[in-house]
């Protein structure tokens, strides 16, 4: 889970904790983002919910749930060594980095991290970032306001921002290329795929070789990743159908990449034999490779 902005009037705390009640997982991964330091100096706001999430975390710390936080922008003094060795030093629960490994029950390998590090606008012009907040707080309240007052009760309040930041986001990740640079990061840490989250838009997509899965966030859209027991990531939605990730067991699909290998380098030495001769895989061959 990622964004979820804990600080921000905007943040979608309750609908967040109802969400996190849902489930005892082994591990959490918050991605980035949890806590909107940016908000700590102008229009914090730390209401009842917030401690209700950080007590239930601590509750399912204590009863052995490993907890790691990755640091995003929002939260990036977290990133202090200083500041971990010494606020954070009573809770041996919580475990921060800037990037962490994730291995699912299939044996695949996924880097987790926040994102805002292969963002051009983030790396280079964060004042930008910064000076754009206020004018994003003011849409997101008349977002809300006229959901308030026209449309239905279970729609999304900030449904048009939701829309506005992912034009705007899809700019920046083609300038930057975001995806391509965070997967090519992942892939020289020996990964087959990225976990983030950063510019609040939730996906799940299937390349030929990695996987990218955007966590989203808890202001627009109300998302989050999880993995099942038999091996199924699955992206939780609030306002849209759920995304659903099969991957077999990664022993498996090697075996079967062998065997597509296999059949594709037999199918060339009967075409060099007999040129004037169709290839045609069995019908073993072909169930074997599906």
């Not at 995003?72 to 977290?78: A, I």
Request: glycine share 8%.
């Amino acid at each position: 889970m990622s964004d979820v902005h804990l600080g921000c009037k905007h943040s979608r705390a309750e609908e967040f904790l109802v969400f996190l009640r849902r489930f005892h997982p082994e591990s959490i991964y918050l991605v980035g983002d949890f806590i909107d330091g940016w908000r700590i100096n102008a229009g914090w706001h730390w209401s009842q919910t917030c401690d209700d999430i950080i007590t239930h975390l601590m509750t399912l710390a204590n009863g052995g749930t490993r907890i790691h936080y990755v640091s995003g922008n929002h939260d990036s003094f977290l990133r202090n060594q200083a500041f971990q060795s010494g606020c954070l030093a009573s809770f041996p629960q919580l475990e921060i980095g800037n990037e962490f490994f994730f291995e699912t029950l299939g044996g695949w390998r996924f880097l987790v991290t926040h994102g805002d590090q292969f963002d051009c606008v983030e790396e280079n012009a964060q004042w930008l970032s910064k000076g754009t907040t206020t004018l994003y707080d003011a849409c997101l309240g008349l977002n809300r306001l006229w959901h308030k007052a026209l449309l239905p009760k279970d729609d999304n309040p900030y449904g048009g921002c939701s829309v506005l930041k992912d034009r705007i986001k899809r700019w920046i990740r083609f300038v930057s290329g975001f995806e391509n640079k965070l997967l090519e990061h992942a892939r020289r840490n020996a990964c087959d795929g990225a976990i983030c989250g950063h510019i609040h838009t939730p996906d799940i997509v299937s390349g030929d070789q990695m996987w990218y899965l955007n966590t989203g966030d808890w202001v627009e859209n109300c998302t989050g990743l999880i993995e099942r027991y038999n091996g199924q990531i699955q992206l939780v939605q609030r306002y849209n159908e759920d995304m659903f990730l099969q991957l077999p067991a990664k022993e498996e699909a090697s075996q079967t990449a062998e065997a597509t290998d296999h059949i594709k380098t037999h199918g060339l030495e009967a075409s060099l034999e007999q040129p004037n001769q169709p290839v045609v895989a069995s019908d073993s061959a072909h169930e074997y490779a599906a």
